[in-house]
Every structure is written in structure tokens, then in C-alpha cells.
T-cell receptor, first 113, second 113 residues
């Protein structure tokens, strides 16, 4: 039972263009969502988060959008840079007190120079 | 901030042997989490500690697994009588507060032959 789904295993984008990574969830109890970036041989690194009371959160080149009715969130990276090439994981939490995260399977982003 | 440190980075063991991994969280973080990641999947929650107290264990954590955080600082994860299905990346994460983003270490890759 995959509660957090990232249906695109990979994405290729040209440098300078927008990267859009998508994530769907099934558990309506999720109220906090995060994106992590992972380079090979390293642990995941926190990128950006959003609470369910918001529909958008922005941090520099990274913006996360949340559509609660569709149970969908997306990460926009503008402009994309070669250093953004990594695996991106979407994660969700239904309990901020425990901070236990449920992760998606990840999307491999390749930004072509 | 030296980050979350995990030791060893790699462990190869024969089926039936016991293994122990260590995690040193960021020094002021009182929350510590263990996750497991297998190929093609996102990290899966195993257990977490608030200081020295283990507050939750996933059903993924069979009786062969035990985790400790004796003085509320470093933590160990022991797997007894390893099986080939235990082969995975074991990730440790820490957070300052219950609703702070998790900071992950680079993981311990376990291979059971």
C-alpha cells in the first residue's frame, strides 16, 4: 500500500528550463509534506516543506504547490541547473508530534547542460 | 554543525551473523530516527527516539532488530541472525524538535551474502 506515489521514475530537463516533479498521496490525514534531494552515496537532504494550511511555499529557485482536493503536490525548480541532478523524494507526515515520514519512491532528475 | 555521522559506511556479512551500526546525531538534536531504504524504494521508517526513550517501532522491525540510545546521544541498531532480505541502506536521521525537518546521515549499506 503505497501512500505516497511518485509515478515518474525519471525526468530529463535542459539547463535553464523549469523542472516539475510530481507527487500524489492517498492518506487524507497527511498534513505536512516535504521534498528531499539525494545525491549518490549520500543521505537525503531536506529541500523545502509545506503545511496543509498553505497551497504554495517558495524558497529561492524551489517552489512547492499543494492541491489538497486532488491529493497532489509538485516541486518546481526554476531555472534548473546541472547541480540539481539528483533523486528527489516526496515525503508526508500525518503526525507532526512523531515527525514520522512516509516517502515516495523518488524521481531521478537529470539536468542537461 | 558536523552533521549526522554513521559508521560503518559499508558492511558485508554472511547470513546468520550479527551486525551493529552506529549513528551519531547532530549534537543538540534530541530526536533520532532509523530508516531503511531498499533498491528502487524510498526510505521506510523503522523506529525513533526522543532522548533515550524509544517511542515507536515499525512492524518492519522484527524481533531480530534492536535499537538503543543509552544516554540520549549516539544510537546503535543491531540485527541478529541476518538474512539476505536485510540487505539495504540503513539511514539515521536527527531533528531538533518534533516538527523540524529530519537531517539524514549518509547511511550504512549492508550486504548479506
Amino acid at each position: 500500500d503505497q501512500q505516497v506515489k511518485q509515478n515518474s521514475p525519471s525526468l530529463s530537463v535542459q539547463e535553464g528550463r523549469i523542472s516539475i516533479l510530481n507527487c500524489d498521496y492517498t492518506n487524507s490525514m497527511f498534513d505536512y509534506f516535504l521534498w528531499y534531494k539525494k545525491y549518490p552515496a549520500e543521505g537525503p537532504t531536506f529541500l523545502i516543506s509545506i503545511s496543509s494550511i498553505k497551497d504554495k511555499n517558495e524558497d529561492g529557485r524551489f517552489t512547492v504547490f499543494l492541491n489538497k482536493s486532488a491529493k497532489h503536490l509538485s516541486l518546481h525548480i526554476v531555472p534548473s541547473q546541472p547541480g540539481d541532478s539528483a533523486v528527489y523524494f516526496c515525503a508526508a507526515s500525518a503526525d507532526r508530534a512523531t515527525n514520522k515520514l512516509i516517502f515516495g519512491t523518488g524521481t531521478l532528475l537529470a539536468v542537461q547542460p | 554543525d558536523t552533521g549526522v555521522s554513521q559508521d560503518p559506511r559499508h558492511k558485508i556479512t554472511k547470513r546468520g551473523q550479527n551486525v551493529t551500526f552506529r549513528c551519531d546525531p547532530i549534537s543538540e538534536h534530541n530526536r533520532l530516527y532509523w530508516y531503511r531504504q531498499t533498491l528502487g524504494q524510498g526510505p521506510e521508517f523503522l523506529t525513533y527516539f526522543q532522548n533515550e526513550a524509544q517511542l515507536e517501532k515499525s512492524r518492519l522491525l522484527s524481533d531480530r532488530f534492536s535499537a538503543e540510545r543509552p544516554k540520549g546521544s549516539f544510537s546503535t541498531l543491531e540485527i541478529q541472525r541476518t538474512e539476505q532480505g536485510d540487505s539495504a541502506m540503513y539511514l539515521c536521521a536527527s531533528s531538533l524538535m518534533s516538527d523540524s525537518p529530519l537531517h539524514f546521515g549518509n547511511g550504512t549499506r549492508l550486504t548479506v551474502t
